[in-house]
C-alpha cells in the first residue's frame, strides 16, 4: 500500500525566507510523487513532479523538490519567500498502474508573513 | 493547454433535487477522475473512468452517479443528497502511459445541499 505524511499541518515563514515543506512515502514499488498547490477557493495546480531520472526535480514558481529514497523523502523548498507563495501544498505519491490512482498527503498551510 | 473544465461552479440544490456536474477535457486523456474535497482536507478519490468505462468505484454512496459519455466528458449526477455531501468536487485527468503520467486538475465546483 501506499501513503504520504506530511509534517507539519502549518508552516509560517517571512517573507523572503526559506522555504520548507516535508513529505515522506511509503511505497512498495519506485513512487512516482507530486506536488500540488491549492490557492484559496480554487482547484489543484501542479507544482512539480518526480518519475524518474534526475533526483532533483525544478518546477514552477521557483519551486524544486530532491527525491531521497534512503530517506523516503520528497521535501519541497522554494529559497525566497514572497506573499503570493501563501497556499494550501499537498505532496501526492502514485504508482501509475492499472489503478492510476493519486494518494494525497494531509496538506501543509503555508503562511507567509510580511 | 493544460486545462480541465468544470461547469458550474457554484451549485445550491435540495435534498430532493437532481442536478449534475460536468467537466471537459481536449487533452486526449483517457483516464478520468472525480475527486471529492471537505474543507481543510486533501482531496479524496471517488471514481476513476479508463478508456471511457467505470474502473474504479471508492465505495462511494448510489446517491452519486458517474457518467462518461465520450473521452472528453465526464459527468457526475446527484440525487437525493444530504447537507454532508456539500463539498468541492473535483475532475481530473490523464494519459494512460507511464511517460505522460500527470493528472490535471480543474477548479472545481462548489456543492453546497440545503
Known amino acids: 500500500a501506499q501513503s504520504v505524511t506530511q509534517l507539519g499541518s502549518h508552516v509560517s515563514v517571512s517573507e523572503g525566507a526559506l522555504v520548507l515543506l516535508r513529505c515522506n512515502y511509503s511505497s512498495s514499488v519506485p513512487p512516482y510523487l507530486f506536488w500540488y498547490v491549492q490557492y484559496p477557493n480554487q482547484g489543484l495546480q501542479l507544482l512539480l513532479k518526480y518519475t524518474t531520472g534526475a533526483t532533483l526535480v525544478k518546477g514552477i514558481n521557483g519551486f524544486e523538490a530532491e527525491f531521497k529514497k534512503s530517506e523516503t523523502s520528497f521535501h519541497l523548498t522554494k529559497p525566497s519567500a514572497h506573499m503570493s507563495d501563501a497556499a494550501e501544498y499537498f505532496c501526492?505519491?502514485?504508482?501509475?498502474?492499472?489503478?492510476?490512482?493519486?494518494?494525497f498527503g494531509s496538506g501543509t498551510r503555508l503562511l507567509v508573513r510580511p | 493547454d493544460t486545462e480541465v473544465t468544470q461547469t458550474p461552479k457554484h451549485l445550491v440544490m435540495g435534498m430532493t433535487n437532481k442536478k449534475s456536474l460536468k467537466c471537459e477535457q481536449h487533452m486526449g486523456h483517457r483516464a478520468m477522475y472525480w475527486y471529492k474535497q471537505k474543507a481543510k482536507k486533501p482531496p479524496e478519490l471517488m471514481f476513476v473512468y479508463s478508456y471511457e468505462k467505470l474502473s474504479i468505484n471508492e465505495s462511494v454512496p448510489s446517491r452519486f452517479s458517474p457518467e462518461c459519455p465520450n473521452s472528453s466528458l465526464l459527468n457526475l449526477h446527484l440525487h437525493a443528497l444530504q447537507p454532508e455531501d456539500s463539498a468541492l468536487y473535483l475532475c481530473a485527468s490523464a494519459f494512460r502511459d507511464r511517460e505522460r503520467n500527470t493528472i490535471y486538475f480543474g477548479e472545481g465546483s462548489w456543492l453546497t445541499v440545503v
Open positions: 501526492a505519491v502514485s504508482r501509475m498502474d492499472s489503478s492510476y490512482k493519486l494518494i
